[in-house]
């Protein structure tokens, strides 16, 4: 199968969704195994309910999936949801009122918070999380395209 660039799709052999996309965790422990079906081995445990994954590929009731860091393998479709989720991936970075750096800051967030994804221009996007909702630049966020735009 020939590689697909970060922001470029093609549709999915099972679902006809867009493969690369994002979703996140629908449970907060979910086993990622080595191949599509209950018979390969697990190789990670996901955790945290809500963790933004990226799906590479489809096959039967399989999705193959991968977090941040690149880890992952295969999960069962019904472990995954269509609610999108950001991870922070930037020390201190700010959650502003607005989707411009001058506007006034709402709260200082740590690497790794994860954060529900309204929606987002060329360069920013609306995030809410711990009670706080605001504006971060993509730059800041990871479960979201490059070139994506939500309504």
């Known amino acids: 199968m020939a590689a697909i ?7 999915g052999a099972v679902t006809g ?5 994002f979703v996140s965790l629908k449970s907060s422990n979910a086993n990622v195994r ?28 399989w999705r193959r999936v991968r977090d941040v860091d690149g880890a992952g393998g295969w999960m069962h479709y019904t472990l995954l949801s269509g609610v999108r989720t950001a ?17 006034a800051i709402r709260a200082m967030t740590e690497n790794g918070v ?18 706080y909702s605001g ?3 993509k730059s800041n966020l990871w479960g979201v395209g ?5 309504n």
């Open 87 to 103: 991870l922070v991936v930037a020390d201190n970075a700010p959650l502003y009122a607005d989707p411009r750096e001058n506007s």
């Open 34 to 61: 080595r191949g599509p079906s209950l018979n390969h081995r697990v190789d990670w445990v996901f955790l945290h309910r809500g963790t933004p994954l990226q799906v590479t590929a489809e096959f039967d009731n």
């Open 114 to 131: 994860i954060g529900r994804l309204g929606r987002c221009t060329a360069d920013w996007c609306e995030i809410t999380a711990d009670g």
């Open 17 to 21: 969704l867009p493969v690369p996309r």
């Open 146 to 150: 490059h070139d994506e735009i939500r």
């Open 5 to 11: 660039a970060q922001d470029e799709t093609e549709p």
């Open 135 to 137: 504006w971060m630049p």
